[in-house]
C-alpha cells in the first residue's frame, strides 16, 4: 500500500493539472480523453434512453388494455341492449300482426254470415313449451286458472285457429293443436254452408263427413261452426285444398290449408267468453 501511495498522489495531481493548465497546452490530451470517452457516453445515453422508453411503453400498454377492456364490456352492454331492442320490436310487429289479421278476419266472416264473431275478448299468452311428436301435438302457454283461462277454449293465431285448452292449471295451460290426430272441431264452409270436422294427422289437416250433395270448390274459406263446445262461430280455419274422398264413400272428404306455420309460434291469444 505504501509502494502505491506516490502513484495515487501522482495520478491526483495529473488530473488537477489536467484540470487548471491552460486550455492550449492540454488541448491534445483532452481530445485525446474526449475521444476515449464519447463512444462510452454515447452508449450509455442511448441505453438509459431505451430502458426509460420500454418502461414508458409498458406503461402506455397497461393503460390500453384497462381502455380495452373498458370498451369490451360497453360494446356488450350495446349488443345486450340492441338484442332487448330487437325483441321488444318483434313482440310489437307480432301482435300488431295478431290483432290485424283478427279483425280483419272476423269482418270477413260478418260480411258472409249472419252471425257477428267480432267483440271476442282475446287474451295474450306465451308459448313456453311444445310437444309434436307422433301423432300427439301439443304446446304450453303462460297463463292458467289466474288468467281465467278454462279447458275447451279456443286459441288462435293471426286471426286463426289454430288450437284448444286441454288442460289448465294456475298459471300454465296445455293446449292440444289442430294439427293433433285426435283434435276434431266442428266446421263449415263458408260459400257452400256445408258441415264437417276438422282432424289433424300426420298427413296435414282435413275437413271430414261433408254431405255427399254439396259442390265444393277449392280455396273455399272454412270457418268454426260453434257447434258443440266453447269454441266461437266463425273463427277462420284455412280454405279447401282438394277433394280427397272416393265417389264410392258416404261423405266427401277435403284437405284444407292454413296459412300459419304453427309450429313456429312464440305468441297467441286465448279466445274468451
Known amino acids: 500500500m505504501k509502494k502505491q501511495r506516490p502513484l495515487i498522489i501522482i495520478a491526483i495531481l495529473l488530473i488537477i493539472g489536467f484540470l487548471v493548465w491552460p486550455s492550449g497546452v492540454l488541448r491534445p490530451v483532452k481530445n485525446i480523453f474526449y475521444l476515449t470517452v464519447k463512444p462510452l457516453a454515447i452508449a450509455g445515453n442511448f441505453t438509459i434512453n431505451r430502458v426509460s422508453l420500454f418502461f414508458k411503453n409498458f406503461t402506455h400498454l397497461g393503460q390500453l388494455a384497462r381502455e380495452n377492456q373498458e370498451l369490451i364490456k360497453e360494446n356488450l352492454d350495446l349488443q345486450s341492449q340492441l338484442s332487448l331492442l330487437k325483441e321488444a320490436q318483434h313482440e310489437n310487429e307480432v301482435l300488431k300482426k295478431e290483432l290485424g289479421f ?69 298459471d300454465t295451460s296445455e293446449v292440444t293443436l289442430i294439427t293433433d290426430y285426435n283434435s276434431l272441431v266442428p266446421v263449415i264452409l263458408q260459400d257452400s254452408r256445408a258441415t264437417g270436422l276438422l282432424r289433424g294427422g300426420l298427413s296435414g289437416l282435413t275437413v271430414e263427413d261433408i254431405p255427399l250433395n254439396i259442390t265444393i270448390n277449392p280455396g273455399e274459406p272454412v270457418i268454426t261452426s260453434g257447434l258443440g263446445g266453447d269454441i266461437p262461430f266463425g273463427i277462420m280455419v284455412g280454405k279447401v285444398g282438394e277433394v280427397i274422398s272416393k265417389k264410392s264413400e258416404i261423405f266427401q272428404k277435403v284437405t284444407l290449408n292454413s296459412p300459419i306455420q304453427i309450429y313456429y309460434l312464440e305468441f297467441v291469444f286465448v279466445v274468451q267468453p
Open 102 to 170: 283478427y279483425q280483419a278476419n272476423n269482418a270477413e266472416s260478418a260480411d258472409k254470415t249472419t252471425k257477428n264473431p267480432g267483440n271476442l275478448k282475446l287474451l295474450p299468452a306465451n308459448i313456453i313449451g311444445r310437444s309434436v311428436t307422433g301423432y300427439l301435438r301439443t304446446i304450453v302457454i303462460d297463463r292458467g286458472k289466474k288468467d281465467g283461462v278454462q279447458t275447451g277454449q279456443a286459441i288462435v293465431s293471426q286471426g286463426y285457429l289454430i288450437g284448444t285448452v286441454k288442460e289448465v292449471l294456475a
